[in-house]
């Protein structure tokens, strides 16, 4: 079963406005990195923040963890049209289901926005 | 920088034919990840390889197999082919961390763009 589930399903805002996804996964956790996917394309890594970390940066993006809750957000700042695509967060769950490495990604957040 | 190669990159196949896919990982990345996404869904985890020996299985039909060779290139064999297997599939290469747990693994994936393949 899934892993991680991410909300909301889908977020449209202007250009220029901040833009936060959330996602939650169900077990404990080495790692959890966000993934960008445009249309039909493949998957661009973006961020990784450890299960030791509570908050990273990249540029526009800031990644905060709560491993108590079991939940991430990501938020994008400042946003432009070039950000529409899909996010997705992706765990590494060393004992979910017994598998090592592999990730296991929520449903990820349609993002849209208008210029 | 180099980054992970899929081919090819759209495939159409007849129901119960057969397809290999194929997956060049990152130079001196030793692990392999194959993933499989559906139209609309989130990728789902297929079977992975390190050091050439497969290292974890998912959701991966017994009517598909894959390998890992000697130059960490991987395969993907579908055979039978459904039309439920049209999907996207992602190769992914990661290079683990070699500590004393030789499948801990906290490094990043790098996914390649992926092949489409279409069933009819």
Same mark, same amino acid.
């Given at each position: 079963?899934?892993?991680?589930?991410?909300?909301?399903?889908?977020?449209?805002?202007?250009?220029?406005?901040?833009?936060?996804?959330?996602?939650?996964?169900?077990?404990?956790?080495?790692?959890?990195?966000?993934?960008?996917?445009? =249309?039909?394309?493949?998957?661009?890594?973006?961020?990784?923040?450890?299960?030791?970390?509570?908050?990273?940066?990249?540029?526009?993006?800031?990644?905060?963890?709560?491993?108590?809750?079991? =939940? =991430?957000?990501?938020?994008? &700042?400042?946003?432009?049209?070039?950000?529409?695509?899909?996010?997705?967060?992706? &765990?590494?769950?060393?004992?979910?289901?017994?598998?090592?490495?592999?990730?296991?990604?929520?449903?990820? &957040?349609?993002?849209?926005?208008?210029? | 920088?180099?980054?992970?190669?899929?081919?090819?990159?759209?495939?159409?196949?007849?129901?119960?034919?057969?397809?290999?896919?194929?997956?060049?990982?990152?130079?001196?990345?030793?692990?392999?990840?194959?993933?499989?996404?559906?139209?609309?869904?989130?990728?789902?985890?297929?079977?992975?390889?390190?050091?050439?020996?497969?290292?974890?299985?998912?959701?991966?039909? *017994?009517?598909?197999?894959?390998?890992?060779?000697?130059?960490?290139?991987?395969?993907?064999?579908?055979?039978?082919?459904?039309?439920? *297997?049209?999907?996207?599939?992602?190769?992914?290469?990661?290079?683990?961390?070699?500590?004393?747990?030789?499948?801990?693994?906290?490094?990043?994936?790098?996914?390649?763009?992926?092949?489409?393949?279409?069933?009819?």
């Amino acid at each position: 079963s899934q892993q991680g589930e991410e909300d909301p399903q889908a977020l449209s805002i202007q250009e220029g406005e901040n833009a936060t996804m959330n996602c939650s996964y169900k077990t404990s956790i080495n790692n959890l990195q966000w993934y960008r996917q445009n =249309s039909g394309r493949g998957l661009v890594h973006l961020i990784l923040i450890r299960s030791n970390e509570r908050e990273k940066h990249s540029g526009r993006l800031r990644v905060t963890l709560d491993t108590s809750k079991k =939940s =991430s957000s990501l938020l994008i &700042t400042a946003s432009r049209a070039a950000d529409t695509a899909s996010y997705f967060c992706a &765990t590494d769950a060393e004992n979910y289901g017994g598998s090592q490495g592999n990730l296991i990604f929520g449903k990820g &957040t349609k993002l849209s926005v208008k210029p | 920088a180099a980054g992970v190669i899929q081919s090819p990159r759209h495939l159409i196949k007849e129901k119960r034919e057969t397809a290999t896919l194929k997956c060049y990982p990152i130079p001196r990345h030793d692990t392999v990840y194959w993933y499989q996404q559906g139209p609309g869904q989130d990728p789902q985890f297929l079977i992975s390889f390190y050091e050439k020996m497969q290292s974890d299985k998912g959701s991966i039909p *017994d009517r598909f197999s894959a390998q890992q060779f000697s130059d960490y290139h991987s395969e993907l064999n579908m055979s039978s082919l459904e039309l439920g *297997d049209s999907a996207l599939y992602f190769c992914a290469s990661s290079g683990l961390s070699k500590g004393p747990i030789i499948y801990s693994s906290t490094d990043t994936q790098y996914f390649g763009p992926g092949t489409r393949l279409t069933v009819l």
